[in-house]
């Protein structure tokens, strides 16, 4: 007589159960891991996000001229559309001081408007292209920042560098303060040169 084994009805429920929990936290924290992506990477661009915040703080953190104190702040980017959308999307409705902080961006250096004051510019190119707009800015109050071999030497007041896999940067503070822009304490120390 062969016997046959019953499970109760009250632990194939709890099995049931646990099963179908432990696939649906698996479904869930898969999507949760791969932030929607289709193919499950995170698609972050760490560079964007560590210098927008620089360029926050380089904002934030240094002394302007009396003379670019009321009105909006403008940072602008020029040739980093990922950098302008992490701008936007992190300090759009952020003040500087007292000033409301406006946001442009501009593909190419030709594109940035000649009249108007931007406080502070990024600008991904270097060489000639970067001395020429160095060169137009040169009377104005301007913050120049770069991402370039060359970046203080073609006029650049802040230039990022990386060094192993961080990004810095160095500053010319001589040239900012000629503008009438004191580079904050707090600026400087995190400076590499």
């Not at 020029?78 to 593909?107: C, F, W």
């Not at 004051?117 to 160095?134: K, S, W």
Request: aromatic share 8%.
């Amino acid at each position: 007589m062969t016997r046959t084994r019953f499970i109760p009805v009250s632990s194939l429920r709890t099995t049931v159960l646990r099963c179908a929990f432990a696939a649906a936290a698996w479904a869930v924290g898969g999507m949760a891991m791969g932030q929607g992506t289709s193919n499950g990477l995170d698609e972050t661009d760490t560079r964007a996000v560590t210098k927008a915040n620089f360029l926050f703080h380089f904002a934030a953190s240094n002394e302007w001229p009396v003379s670019v104190k009321e009105g909006e702040f403008h940072l602008t980017v020029v040739g980093n559309e990922r950098l302008y959308a992490e701008l936007v999307d992190k300090y759009a409705m952020k003040l500087i001081g007292a000033q409301p902080l406006t946001i442009h961006g501009y593909s190419r250096t030709e594109d940035l408007p000649s009249e108007g004051f931007q406080h502070l510019v990024y600008c991904d190119v270097g060489g000639a292209e970067l001395n020429r707009l160095a060169l137009a800015l040169a009377d104005t109050p301007t913050v120049l920042v770069s991402d370039s071999s060359d970046g203080l030497e073609q006029g650049a007041l802040i230039n990022f560098v990386s060094i192993g896999n961080r990004i810095r940067y160095e500053i010319n503070a001589a040239d900012a303060a000629k503008k009438g822009v004191l580079i904050g304490n707090k600026i400087m120390t995190w400076a590499v040169k």
